[in-house]
């Protein structure tokens, strides 16, 4: 059965940086696309990050919103997704789900994160 | 970007009825669309992927049709369990985009 648990949300401030990590389960984490979604309150999904690994090495992608402030990362020999999220607005506050493959077909249950004063 | 503009944003229907629900690209993706549904306090699940793919376990109700930029999600007979929130998504380019979201309601 797979299974993606995100971990690391909560409340922080602006300006500040939160790590997030999704435990990955039930399948061959290294050969899949992972990606960050999120989810502010009240609204629609929004596409955060990509990591794909294929034939001519690991590639990640961004969302505009989200470029230069945020870093995606995976390491395949604890299974686990990251994004590391500096420079945090109140604009950022969402629920992020960590997600597999492309197109998306598991998804995590979601952590959320607050950037409020 | 390519931008995804669902309609309409609020279906209301009653069970045992048609829901038709569209999804329009701002330029071609070929079939490279997903829609999913969400559900209040829940992840989104996969319903169908590249336009006409039903996901493992999703009930024969369930279509999806369309290539280029005009795509649609039937439910051929609405169940309880069928009233929610319902997004398309595109692979075709980077970034990703998903659509604003059609809920499909109790009338």
């Known amino acids: 059965e797979v299974q993606l648990v995100e971990s690391g949300g909560g409340l922080v401030q602006p300006g500040g940086s939160v790590r997030l990590s999704c435990a990955a389960s039930?399948?061959?984490?290294?050969?899949?696309?992972m990606s960050w979604v999120r989810q502010a309150p009240g609204k629609g999904l929004e596409w955060v990050s990509s990591?794909?690994?294929?034939?001519?090495?690991?590639?990640?992608y961004y969302a505009d919103s989200v470029k230069g402030r945020f870093t995606i990362s995976r390491d395949n020999s604890k299974n686990t997704l990251y994004l590391q999220m500096n420079s945090l607005r109140a604009e950022d506050t969402a629920v992020y789900y960590c997600?597999?493959?492309?197109?998306?077909?598991?998804w995590g249950q979601g952590t959320l994160v607050t950037v409020s004063s | 970007e390519i931008v995804l503009t669902q309609s309409p944003a609020t279906l209301s229907l009653s069970p045992g009825e048609r829901a038709t629900l569209s999804c329009r690209a701002s330029?071609?993706?070929?079939?490279?669309l997903a829609w999913y549904q969400q559900k209040p306090g829940q992840a989104p699940r996969l319903l169908i992927y590249?336009?006409?793919n039903r996901a493992t376990g999703i009930p024969a109700r369930f279509s999806g049709s369309g290539s280029g930029t005009d795509f649609t999600l039937t439910i051929s007979s609405l169940e309880p369990e069928d009233f929610a929130v319902y997004y398309c998504?595109?692979?075709?380019?980077?970034?990703?985009?998903f659509g604003g979201g059609t809920k499909v309601e109790i009338k």
């Open positions: 998504q595109q692979r075709r380019k980077w970034p990703l985009t």
């Open positions: 997600a597999k493959n492309l197109p998306i077909d598991y």
């Open positions: 990591f794909s690994s294929g034939a001519g090495g690991d590639s990640t």
């Open positions: 330029q071609s993706i070929s079939s490279y």
């Open positions: 590249d336009a006409s």
């Open positions: 039930g399948f061959t984490f290294s050969s899949y696309a």
